[in-house]
């Protein structure tokens, strides 16, 4: 079965992550892994994902965004995200994130809230 792919962005201070078409188990630990090296080689104080391609998340998923929001907190930085369509914004609704992550419609909106 081939692994869906996360690609990273760095931007300054900012980490832009684009989110797979199947968040999952599997690749969350991925996305785990990678981003604590991340966080740990380079100054970042914001953290922004991209859901503009996901249509499915599990508690995985929801458990690894929480995971990123409490990391960014305790530093005083920031996590949103932009691009969810309904059902990822109806699982981080479930999840209770849309109340701790604020959301954006677009990269340009996400982007431009500093």
């Known amino acids: 079965m081939k692994q869906a792919k996360i690609t990273y962005e760095a931007l300054g201070d900012t980490l832009l992550i684009h989110m797979p078409k199947e968040l999952d188990h599997h690749n969350c630990r991925d996305l785990k892994r990678d981003t604590d090296l991340m966080l740990d080689e380079n100054y970042i104080n914001r953290i922004i994902f991209d859901f503009g391609k996901t249509e499915f998340m599990d508690s995985s998923g929801i458990g690894v965004l ?37 959301g954006f419609k677009d990269r340009e909106s996400a982007l431009g809230n500093l």
């Open 66 to 102: 929480l995971n990123r929001y409490k990391q960014m907190a305790a530093s005083r930085g920031t996590v949103t995200y932009y691009g969810a369509g309904p059902r990822v914004v109806r699982i981080l609704e479930m999840g209770g994130l849309v109340r701790l992550i604020r």
